[in-house]
């Protein structure tokens, strides 16, 4: 079965500094691996995908992530984060693809102080 | 403006006291999906609508019920609610089901509260 794991419930950092939010997938076939942030007060935004190709993939508002096939990691990464930044982000991955079979993890809360 | 719009945002009900959270989408979706939020446990899917007339189980769909009748909307029924359905809703809905990597949608939520 598929299943994502953020191993990390809660990121301190400070603003301008450089983060990595970690995700870990456990799959047997073809993976589909997304990252998505909720703001405060807010539903779920779709931030960057993975489907095929470049295991760089670059997303909304400066973050990007790696598809690492051989540590099945999709860490998000920013360089330099803003206050505005602080939310919870969940990793997310899809089995066989289809939206309807779309596997949550537990989220990681990024909290940005100045 | 898209949007996937859920009311109401917070409710308080009290065990057993049938209650409907409601769910309506302005893209001509497909696809309508409904999850509930807990802390430590992420999102997990309730009850899922490839089209109208079409609906299947999600992960925990036990207590729960739904109906697509017409297209643009889902709603989420709660025949008789119990304390352990206390949580965080949200409707999200896609164009489509069954095309890698569809974008999700979501609303806003729904805070319920169960006494």
């Known amino acids: 079965a598929q299943s994502v794991t953020q191993l990390d419930s809660q990121v301190p950092v400070f603003e301008e500094a450089p983060v990595e939010l970690r995700c870990n997938y456990s799959?047997?076939?073809?993976?589909?691996l997304f990252w998505y942030v909720q703001y405060p007060n807010q539903g779920l935004q779709l931030l960057l995908k993975?489907?095929?190709?470049?295991?760089l993939v670059k997303g909304i508002n400066g973050f990007e992530a790696e598809f690492n096939k051989s540590q099945t990691s999709f860490h998000l990464r920013k360089p330099s984060v803003h206050i505005s930044d602080t939310a919870e982000y969940f990793c997310?991955?899809?089995?066989?693809?289809?939206?309807?079979?779309?596997?949550f993890g537990t989220g990681t809360l990024l909290a940005v102080q100045p | 403006e898209a949007q996937v719009t859920q009311n109401p945002r917070y409710l308080i009900t009290v065990t057993g006291k049938k209650l409907t959270v409601t769910c309506s989408q302005n893209?001509?979706?497909?696809?309508m999906s409904w999850y509930r939020q807990d802390p430590g446990l992420g999102l997990r899917q309730i009850y899922y609508?490839?089209?109208?007339?079409?609906?299947d189980k999600g992960d925990v769909p036990e207590g729960y019920k739904v109906s697509r009748k017409e297209k643009r909307n889902f709603p989420l029924i709660l025949e008789s609610p119990s304390p352990n359905q206390t949580s965080l809703y949200f409707c999200?809905?896609?164009?489509?089901?069954?095309?890698?990597?569809?974008?999700?949608?979501f609303g806003s939520g729904t805070q319920l509260s169960v006494l």
């Open positions: 999200a809905s896609s164009s489509t089901w069954d095309r890698v990597g569809e974008k999700l949608f």
């Open positions: 799959s047997s076939v073809s993976v589909y």
């Open positions: 993975y489907l095929s190709g470049s295991t």
């Open positions: 997310a991955v899809s089995r066989g693809g289809a939206t309807n079979k779309l596997i």
């Open positions: 893209m001509n979706h497909e696809y």
């Open positions: 609508s490839m089209n109208v007339e079409v609906t």
